[in-house]
């Protein structure tokens, strides 16, 4: 009977079986890193809006308060989007018959809200109120970037519940004080904090880790 | 090799390598592929609509799933407990029965696990049980029952294929010797390592049998009290019982041989193996039912025993399941997992091919009953009268349920159509110091 298999065929299978195992290291590893990555999260992707909206031009050049438009950061979960009646109250006096403005001006004038895509989603079972952050010293900056310097506006950090986290474990050094909350570029964070507050946050950070915190 | 044991292997493995294997197979086949189809349309459903085509509701959050799941972990369990200590104690049955045992233990993992996958409603997150780095940054709950079964199956699944597969070894290789086309040699010669024979190689064998045997006896205690503490630690009155793990190891053995018993005296009758099983190895299979549902009785009793020393609130909750609402389920768990392996007493019962399959389908039939009335009728008198509701499961639930039942049956039927069913080395060498001697 004729050999079923050569003598190189033990040394083949070996080989395959270090090979898997390593295959498997390797899988793991690719995975660990893909799923860390910006590009996973689509950080730095900006989303097709239906007006090329520049935030480098109206928040970072003509310096406008951030809470000009989205009015409701400092009251609700929501920060909001401003309405178009927000957007003429400076569009009916400049850039007047500009094409790129028709769905503003239709908006204002049918009453329809202006379909923007939301760049920073999450999760429908994750409850994040813009309020509660914004007035405690968590600045726009923190989780938005420099907003003020994006042509486009797009994602700066991965917005993972790990990197949430990162900060409800230890909030203190992600804090500014309340009258720089608003500020572009400000530096350095977790200085200038009352001495109370910190002490608070060495406590709380049990409450802010807790599931119902953030799931309810 | 004499031509004797020339003989036992021509004809065990003449099943795995013939091109035809009958209508009746065939029919039994087509049957629980049906099953499975049934299976795969409930999965789906399940998984699109989610738990909500279930019956289960506050406080029945375990309906099917769990009756299910607890069943088919007590067949895999007392399936593989019961080859282990075969192969530990070189017993003369383990030639007969180990593989079925084996095989056994196996599929119903298989069946088993199919349940707390689903029963998470989002089955394509079951990995987050698993505490790898994920990027939430948070452990699984350790304390949670959830994590609990992810252990005890996955353990299981691998502790029970590799003393399936580590058995199957030298089998493989007389396959791959006996193999007419030469695709079918080089793939069982790959599944067969290499295996030649030498007396180093069965040295080998030997030991990484008995390893793996040795593995599974205090592993198979441990998942089987871990199924039974995910009821005794929660605070439902009927469950909060130390008792627990007793019943499940003990209920599961008896379970777990009885299906053992079924599967072997129908395929010692279907294959007609009746040379290889003789009536001893029924007997004795017959008697250690017997021996199993006699604990089971034990631990009933106990269970009332302990139920009167209990507190209040605990013995009504144990007395409520077996005179309120599922009291029927209680009783059918008696009178065919105690009453009915009764039979076996008789030397005639026990080496009937249809009484074999009468009473281990029966014990099987009346340990499910012992689940459902564990896990709905224990939860029936909860602390608090306003949740006292009752359960019925819905048609989703029922077609599941079948479902793995096909796909049980689908399993073994192609495990005898490929693989040979009894071990024929090991029978080979029964036979070998039988004519020494």
Partial sequence: MAQLFTPAATTLFRVAIVLTCLGIV???????????????????????????????????????????????????????????????????????????????????????????????????????????????????????????????TVKTQTMSMGWCLDCHRNPVPHLRPREAVFEMGYEPHGKGLPEDVRAFYQEASRRLTSCNTCHR | MGSEAQAVTSTVAEVPLSRRFGRIWWIALLASGALVLLLGYTLVSVTILGVGVWGVNIPFVWGFDLINYAWWIGIANGASLFAAILVLRRHDLRTAVNRFAEGVALFAVICAGIFPIFHLGRPWLFYWTFPYPATFEVWPQFRSTLTWDFWAISTHAIVTSLLWYVGLIPDLATLRDRARRKAVKRIYGVFALGWRGSVRDWAYHQR????????????????????????????????????????????????????????????????????????????????????????????????????????????????????GEYAGLYWTAIVYSILIPQLLWLKAARRSTIAGVFVGFSIGVGIWFDRYSIIVGGLQMDHLPSIWRTYSPTLAETGLFLGTVGLFAALLLLFVRFLPVISMFETRHDEHQEKSS
């Fill in chain 1, 26 to 152: 390797a899988g793991g590893a690719m995975a660990y890193v893909w799923a860390r990555s910006g590009s996973t999260w689509n950080v730095g992707k900006p989303a097709a809006q239906p007006i090329p909206f520049r935030h480098d031009l109206h928040s970072g050049s003509l310096g406008i308060d951030c809470r000009y438009c989205h009015s409701t950061v400092e009251r609700a979960a929501d920060a909001g989007m401003p309405s178009a009646q927000t957007c003429m109250s400076c569009h009916s006096q400049v850039w007047v018959g500009a094409s790129v403005l028709e769905p503003v001006r239709s908006s204002f004038i049918l009453g329809q809200p202006i379909e923007w895509a939301s760049v920073h989603r999450l999760p429908d079972y994750a409850y994040f109120h813009h309020a509660v952050h914004v007035t405690e010293g968590v600045a726009c900056e923190t989780c938005h970037g420099r907003v003020d310097q994006m042509p486009k």
């Fill in chain 2, 208 to 323: 990484a049998y008995r390893l793996v045997a040795i593995l599974v006896l205090p592993l198979i205690l441990i998942m089987q009290s871990t199924v039974a503490f995910e009821f005794a630690v929660t605070l439902v009155p009927d469950w909060h019982e130390t008792r627990q793990p007793l019943h499940f190891v003990a209920t599961g053995l008896a379970q777990g041989l009885s299906i053992v018993l079924l599967v072997t005296v129908l395929l010692r009758w279907g294959l007609r193996l009746e040379r290889y099983i003789d009536e001893g190895d029924i007997d004795l299979l017959g008697k250690l039912a017997l021996a199993s549902a006699l604990v089971s009785g034990y631990l009933y009793l106990d269970e009332i025993v302990s139920a009167l020393l209990a507190d209040r609130s605990a013995q009504e909750a144990t007395f409520n399941r077996m005179t």
